[in-house]
């Protein structure tokens, strides 16, 4: 049975990925809402009903605002560590008391019984675990959040690399994501288009600080510095929506590999709206 991939969407609102081999079907984050996520998975030919969990690299909304709906009522174990878990709950006691979201109308329990009810399986940053066929390993990335995480998963057709939401590439990011056949790195800004942008100076500042996000041009350097022969797909994802431009992040990419003589990978784009291509391997 071949291993499927699908970007199932990857942007500023919202990141979800779907792995399926022969023993696993795994989503890395659930960024959309559990409706969106059941529709994207249905364009596929898939049902949440059938997933077996759920990895989770941190807890801000556009990585797990369709966590709770989807793992409460289906009850797939999520992975993430502790203080990814604590910082959740958090977000999540807000979001209830404020009862801002249909999630939890006609609710008579507590949100720590909320919490307590779902199926964490915790690690330790830098652990690596055996999830069915799946051999994942955690490792940590640069990002303003309590203990944000990149994943490696190896599977007996290849490894898929997560390295999204980080400020910039570390050699230990480097070193894990080495070793992917299939890499989605983040390419999330045009540096001239955010400093050109209406938006705020201290968010401006966030994002191009070590521990904000990865421009087009610094993506192209994390993937000139991790280059091999094994590399075989490369997904540009997290791409901003006002400070970015698909055409932008794709034609810096693509110099780039033309320029290292890299024509053996194949670049793909990825989309906040609409899933990826299934990637079989």
């Known amino acids: 049975m071949p291993v499927r991939f699908t970007i199932l969407g990857s942007g500023s609102s919202g990141n979800c990925a779907y792995v399926e081999t022969e023993s696993s079907r795994v989503l890395v984050d659930a960024g ?3 409706r969106q996520i059941r529709q994207r998975l249905a364009m596929i030919g898939r049902t949440p009903e059938n997933l077996s969990a759920i990895l989770i690299t941190h807890e801000h909304a556009d990585h797990i605002s369709g966590l709770f709906g989807l793992a ?29 979201d249909p999630l939890f109308d006609g609710m008579e329990k507590t949100a720590a019984d909320f919490i307590e009810k779902l199926e964490w399986r915790l690690f330790q940053t830098g652990d690596r675990f055996e999830l069915n066929d799946l051999l994942v ?10 203990d944000p995480v990149g994943y490696l998963l190896r599977t ?8 999204t939401d980080l400020g910039h590439m570390t050699k230990l990011v480097m070193e894990r994501i080495r070793a992917a056949n299939v890499l989605v790195l983040e ?15 201290s968010l401006k500042q966030r994002i191009l600080g070590r521990h904000g996000h990865l421009s087009n041009e610094a993506a192209a350097e994390a993937a000139e ?12 994802a997290h791409l901003s929506r006002e400070c970015n431009k698909p055409e932008l992040a ?15 990978v194949q670049v793909q784009l990825t989309s906040q709206h609409t899933p990826c291509a299934t990637l079989e391997l």
């Not at 390419?187 to 100076?201: F, G, I, K, P, T």
């Not at 794709?250 to 053996?264: F, P």
């Open 32 to 34: 959309f809402s559990p």
């Open 72 to 100: 409460e009522k289906l009850r797939i174990p999520i992975y993430c560590n502790r203080d990814t878990q604590e910082a959740i709950a958090w977000a999540f006691k807000e979001r209830w008391n404020g009862k801002r």
């Open 137 to 146: 390993e955690t490792f940590p990335i640069p990002h303003d959040a309590q």
């Open 156 to 163: 007996n057709a290849g490894n898929f690399g997560f390295a």
């Open 187 to 201: 390419s999330n800004h045009d540096v001239r288009m955010l400093q050109d942008s209406r938006r705020s100076w």
């Open 225 to 236: 510095q991790i280059m091999s022969a094994d590399l075989k797909y490369l997904y540009l």
């Open 250 to 264: 794709m034609r810096v990419m693509t110099e780039c590999m033309g320029r290292i003589g890299a024509g053996h």
